[in-house]
């Protein structure tokens, strides 16, 4: 059980979390929704360690590893879309890299650079990159940002067979259909609805 | 989007030289019309007497012993200098103690007068190392800024990634760093052939180290053979081109790799 317990936060003067709680079972597929802005991302790295929050504590990750979707890309230019997946896999197999390229619909592109791919594209590529690297849990921020509808149904479909716990943040239709939960927020600071 | 490199025509190609050329020729003809002396070529030899020279110097292995011993010189400066200047950006861009103890060191070496170097390193070593440790010192304040602000430059948000994807330090030196880097170490390295280039010739000339191309231009001067100086400076130029022209081949893979760095 993932328990937040009066978490605060705030990027110098901007307060993003103020005394904030949540607790929910780690498995399944948890979807965050709420305005931009309002500290979903923050709430994401505070969880994958990348932010530590001024007061308050994070319990239940405890030895367990993350893996997280940025909100951008962060694509490397000078790498292929294989490169991406070898670079974060255990061992560089093609083989495996092209079962998570087959995972987000990106088979085929093996040997493009991020510089050719569409938008929709670059951001399935992020999440392979990301579910290759694998972890005890996944924390994606927008993974289907400029993805259509349809196909993101399809890979979260098949994220979700993957076993693994997810936290996402998302505001689609199709995704908050397929989550087991749905935690909706506003701020900031963030608070629960 | 890289622009599209057009193969130059031939006159294209020529007609600069040839303008140069010309008013070189206009310019020593001038001078030996109007300067006290009619016929000298002191002040500045026809390019028909500096080729005469050059042809004279170019069948004779003395030459080549010469131009060899200081490239051979020069080579040892600039790998020396991109070495050092290469370790160094890393240790003052990895500790900010060692950056605080080496910039100051580092910009004193650049802001130094070139002579005065060549001066106190021939005091301290034999005439013969000078060239190569000038060229090194010259070289690596240039590597090392290049080098440092390209280090300094890398993209922080992949940075950020490499850490939360647990790559090892290796992983982000190759993916993140090294490609960062690729513009600032071309740009280092097109500068410093150059540099090191002006600087080891500068010191043979006031070292005398034998053979070499400095102590070559030095004593065309004690005896005014004003052609045989211009020959060997154009040797200097075109050896200077193309040592550039060689290792922008070598590099020219390393420039391609992935092409959208």
Redesign the interface.
Known sequence: MLKLEGLSFSYGERLVLQDFSLTLPLEGIAVLRGPSGCGKTTLLRLL?G?EHPQKGRITGLEGQ?C??L?Q?D?L????TVEQHLT??LPRPHREEARTWLELVELAGEETV???ALSGGMGRRLALARCLA?GGDFLLLDEPFAGVDPARAQRILARIRALGTPVLLTSHQAPVLDLADRVISLEGPPLRQL | MEPVKQKKSIPALLLPSAFWLGAWQLGAYWVDRHVDGHGNELLLPYPASVLSALLELLPTPAFWATVGTTLLRVAVGLAAGLLLGTVLAGVTCAWTWWDRLLSPAIRTVRATPVASFILLVLLWTGRNTVPAVISALMVLPVVWENLSRGIRSADPKLLELARAYRFPRWKTLGLIYLPSLRPYFLSALTTSVGLAWKSGVAAEAICWPRPGVGTQIYNTKLYLEIPELFAWTATVVALSLFLEWLLNLALSRWKGGGGHA
């Open positions: 994958a990348l590893t893996a997280i940025f951008e962060r490397l230019p000078w790498r670079d974060v650079y991020p510089s690297l």
